[in-house]
């Protein structure tokens, strides 16, 4: 097959207070998976947008097979065969219409534009077409809001791949997939780039999973390349965080000495109406940190909601300092000193459109008042401290979060928390984007937290993190918990295996 080869010369952008991108010299060509790797910030979805047409205002220049082209837009880009899956799936589908619809979005909307009567049987069938090409199996009569996230991410895929591609941009494809999931889509990766003439570009902080299934690497750093290289034996997570963060770093979970006292926070036979949460019980001490283990979609995200007051509860108790809590809405539960951050942060964990020091103010404005009033001065002060323990990548306090890079929003919507008085915290999949670094920033605070003499529930599927710093575990298996387990004594395959439904 004849490569396709792009390629940027000087490429650079800079938005107000920010040189995102400094003279990139970066290029690929079809055939190869190519990881892009660095720290939160560094500018890897800023160059994605340059060569996907949304961000228009590059400078430098930009050639395929030699020949200079313009990506003003997105329809250039498509037109030159580049696709991209941003992180956001959802933003992306139509949930009320069809797998095949929305596989088959751009030629409806070409049609559409010539006023063509539309075929719903080829439609259909071109769609079904497409996905046996890439050999997933999804019905494509079915909803899109029926789907499960990986699968609407296989739609995507599919919609990409469905006119011509010749590079095709994943970023951070994987953050939200379970294992099964996250093989999946590295069977479907490896399957396009050996029977179809395509190049991957795939971003990740899961630097394991790049050095699976990648086999060039390019790294990045505060808007520059640092390093680019073939992936080799040589080329091992120590060294590629080198280069990301410019320092040796050793991953190093710091468990905090806490004293662990006396039970102060209860959840008694809790099920929800859904029947994703049944006859939870576990209990937590003073300057304890628990963790709730299991795959992704065992109800462990549900659990905290229904804790918190987000979703409808059926039957069950929730109990702080012996006294049960009526707790009917988030703000219910705010006003009973819980803290909840939550999966999915651009939706529910941050305000998306209001700046960082408000937003790191918000989950309580009453500590920031003078008498009655908010204090901007105590929010401003407040915000340069976490910007500052959180190494929150922002060119001021009043910058709006929506202009962040993703790791950067994650962590504003943890800072968030960390900030408010409460005496129980629950954290949902808190390290979901974020760079190694900055996982290690969180560890931290989050061991202070419980050395206040505070409850601590941290919940995640990632086994590597709860035995880091928890000091016991329970496990979750279709909304119960299966399992009750000392963190100290406990071990990878023993959580696997009441994660997968064991019983003993
Ligand atoms: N539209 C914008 N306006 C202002 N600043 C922006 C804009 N888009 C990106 N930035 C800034 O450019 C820098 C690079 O961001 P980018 O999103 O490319 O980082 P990233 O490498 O993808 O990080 P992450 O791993 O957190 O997703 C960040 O400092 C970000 O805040
Ligand atoms: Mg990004």
């Known amino acids: 097959m004849e490569k396709i080869k792009i390629e940027t010369k000087n490429v650079s952008i800079e938005f107000p207070g920010v040189k995102a991108l400094s003279d990139i010299n970066f290029s ?57 899956v941003y992180q956001e799936v959802d933003m992306a589908l139509f949930p009320s219409q069809t797998v095949a619809e929305n596989i088959m979005m751009n030629k409806l909307i070409t049609g559409m534009k010539h006023k063509a009567a539309i075929n719903w049987a080829s439609i259909n069938k071109e769609a079904k077409e497409t ?40 970023d951070e494809p994987t953050a939200p997939l379970s294992t099964a999931e996250t093989e999946k889509l590295f069977a479907l990766v490896d399957h396009l780039t050996k029977t179809e003439n395509i190049a991957i570009i795939f971003i990740s902080h899961r630097l394991q999973e790049v050095l699976q299934i990648c086999r060039t690497l390019t790294v990045m750093r505060n808007g520059e390349i640092v390093d680019e290289c073939p992936i080799t034996s040589e080329t091992t997570i120590p060294y590629i965080v080198n280069k990301m963060l410019g320092r040796t770093f050793e991953e190093n979970f710091p468990k905090p000495e806490t004293h662990i006292g006396d039970v102060m926070f209860e959840v008694k ?12 019980s576990f209990y937590v001490r003073k300057g304890e940190i628990i963790g709730i283990s299991g795959l992704v979609g065992a109800g462990k995200s549900e659990l905290c909601k229904t804790i918190f007051g987000d979703r409808p509860k059926k039957a069950g108790k929730v109990i702080l300092n012996g006294k049960e809590l009526s707790i009917k809405s988030p703000t219910d539960a705010v006003k009973n000193k819980l803290g909840l951050v939550p999966e999915e942060r651009r939706k529910e964990g941050v305000l998306i459109d209001e700046s960082v020091y408000f937003n790191l103010s918000a989950a309580d404005l009453s500590k920031f008042c003078d008498g009655i009033v908010v204090s901007k001065k105590k929010q401003l002060d407040n915000a340069e401290k976490y910007i500052k323990s959180l190494g929150i990548k922002t060119p001021s306090a009043n910058q709006r979060v929506a202009l962040l890079s993703g790791g950067n929003q994650q962590k504003v919507a943890v800072g968030k928390w960390l900030a408010a008085d409460c005496e129980v915290y629950i954290f ?41 710093i928890t000091d016991r575990v329970y496990v979750m298996y279709g909304g ?9 004594t406990t071990s990878d395959s023993e959580i696997m295996f009441y994660s997968t439904g064991g019983q003993k």
């Open 131 to 170: 996905l046996d090409r890439l050999r997933i199996d999804i019905d494509v009569k079915k909803l899109v809001s029926e789907l499960t996230l990986a699968e609407k991410q296989m739609v995507l895929i599919a919609r990409a791949v469905q006119g011509t591609c010749n590079f095709l941009i994943l």
């Open 428 to 468: 949902d999949e808190p390290t979901k984007g974020v760079d190694v670094g900055a996982k290690q920033d969180i560890f931290t605070l989050i061991g202070e937290i419980a050395k206040q003499g505070k409850s601590v529930i941290y919940v995640t599927s990632e086994t590597s993190e709860i035995l880091a």
């Open 480 to 488: 119960r918990i299966t399992g009750e387990l000392e963190t100290e």
């Open 269 to 280: 036979d809790l099920s929800d109406e859904e029947g994703m949460v049944k006859d939870v």
């Open 28 to 84: 690929i060509e079809t055939g190869d998976i190519r990881a892009v790797v660095g720290a939160n910030g560094a500018g890897k979805s800023t160059l994605m947008k340059v060569l996907a047409g949304a961000n228009p205002t590059y400078t430098g220049e930009i050639f395929l097979n030699g020949k200079k082209v313009e990506l003003r837009n997105p329809a250039a880009s498509k037109e030159l065969g580049i696709e991209i």
